[in-house]
Each structure stands twice: as structure tokens, then as C-alpha cells.
């Protein structure tokens, strides 16, 4: 079962899990379960995406009663109102601690034209381990706040790369090394990325919305065993 984070007679916002597609598509490829095929099994009648998430990544995800109110959510999301916030853990400790990533970025083809793309982050926490690791004997990581403001495709993954802070568990544009590392040594299978929380008009009523999703069992335990759980949580329960 899904879990259903809030629902109306408009709108359903679903807790997507990790390494879960939302839908059929060339970039899936063959799979057992899809999440808007998981979703019809629970509500009745029809249900439009209003937005993606990539399989990796779990957290909020948005879904339409009808094609017009998809269609009005949409017009919020390229009209970039919807604030879009979200919890990574990157390898390193990213400096400046709080900064703006402004580097352009292709669409789903790396080799089409780049469009503007900026992400905020701030540092929310930090932990060196006692883990060698090619030259050197200990690992750092940190835990990060990211709101992008545009939304291109795979955006907080790519610019997380690109500013040497691959986020832990990416399998595309990540560091394999430390990737093992977490699966070895801390459990995690999955890429630690997470749509913590939405804030957008309700398409009928025009009630400002905020949906948070909290964090899973591999995000609990991590942020457990790092002492990242208050840290955590005031950046959680802020928005």
C-alpha cells in the first residue's frame, strides 16, 4: 500500500518510495510495479501526474483528480510557485555551507541544448567515519537541504556532481566507491535523495498547501546513527 500523504476530491498527494517508477516510460524500461498503476488499485476514479520523481528518489509526489486540475498544476510548476524542498546526503563537506549552484543543464538528452538551472543548499550537517577508502583513512558526508528553483532533468543530482558532492547512492552520476561503501558497511541500497515537502495554490481553492513526507527507514537510521535527527528535523518542520 501506498502511502497516501493527503487527499480531495482534486488532488492526491502520494509518500513515493525509493526505487519505485512513477509510470511506464523509455527511460524505465520494463518493470513489475509502477506507482500510478499502485495508486488506481487504492483510489477510485481517474488520476493525472501532476509531477515526477525520478525511481531513486522518494518523497512527495503530486497526483491530479482530472486533466484540467493537472493541467492547472502544471502551470504552477512552469511558473515556478511550487516550492520544491529536499534532504540529500553528499559525499564531503560542501563549502560554502549555505550557496546557490547556478549551472546550466540539458534535458533528458545530454547531448541537447543546456537551459538555465539553480539550485539552493544549505549544509544542515556533517560526520567523518572511520572508514579507509582509497588514500584516505576516514570519509566525509554531509547532510544537505536542497530547493531547486527551476526544474530540469535530474537537476539535484547533476549539480551535486558537478560541485564535487555527489549525492550517496547515485548510481549515474555518483561515486561508485562510496556508493559500496554505504551498502557495505551502512545498510543503504538506495540513492539518498528525498522530496521532503511541496508548498503550492490548491487548484481550486487557492489555499496555500505545504504536503511533507517523512523520512524512510534507511533515512531513520542514517540520520540516527550520524546525529543528524534534530538537525533534521527543525529544517523539516520549518517550511
Not at 105 to 113: A, C, I, K, V
Not at 198 to 216: K, N, Q
Not at 226 to 235: K, Q, S, T, V
Request: glycine fraction near 8%.
Amino acid at each position: 500500500m501506498l502511502g497516501i500523504l493527503y487527499q480531495d476530491g482534486d488532488i492526491v498527494a502520494v509518500d513515493k518510495p525509493a526505487n519505485l517508477a512513477v509510470h511506464r516510460s523509455k527511460f524505465v524500461g520494463p518493470d513489475d510495479a509502477f506507482l500510478i498503476d499502485l495508486l488506481r488499485e487504492q483510489v477510485e476514479g481517474p488520476l493525472h501526474l501532476a509531477h515526477r520523481l525520478d525511481r531513486a528518489t522518494s518523497g512527495v509526489l503530486l497526483v491530479a483528480r482530472s486533466a484540467d486540475i493537472a493541467g492547472r498544476l502544471g502551470e504552477q510548476f512552469m511558473g515556478r510557485t511550487v516550492h520544491k524542498r529536499y534532504a540529500a546526503v553528499v559525499r564531503g563537506w560542501p563549502e560554502p555551507t549555505e550557496g546557490t549552484i547556478d549551472y546550466p543543464l540539458p534535458g533528458s538528452r545530454e547531448t541537447g541544448p543546456r537551459r538555465d538551472a539553480t539550485t539552493d543548499y544549505e549544509r544542515l550537517g556533517t560526520v567523518e567515519v572511520d572508514i579507509p577508502l582509497g588514500r584516505y583513512e576516514k570519509q566525509r558526508y554531509s547532510l544537505v537541504a536542497a530547493e531547486p528553483r527551476t526544474g530540469r532533468f535530474r537537476q539535484i543530482r547533476k549539480h551535486f556532481a558537478h560541485i564535487h558532492h555527489p549525492i550517496v547512492g547515485d548510481s549515474q552520476h555518483g561515486r561508485g566507491d562510496h556508493n559500496r561503501l554505504f551498502k557495505i558497511h551502512f545498510a543503504s541500497h538506495r540513492l539518498l535523495l528525498h522530496a521532503a515537502s511541496l508548498s503550492f495554490e490548491h487548484p481550486v481553492t487557492a489555499e496555500r498547501m505545504i504536503v511533507r513526507a517523512g523520512p524512510d527507514a534507511t533515512w531513520t537510521r542514517l540520520l540516527d546513527q550520524f546525529g543528524w535527527r534534530e538537525a533534521y528535523g527543525r529544517w523539516h518542520d520549518a517550511a
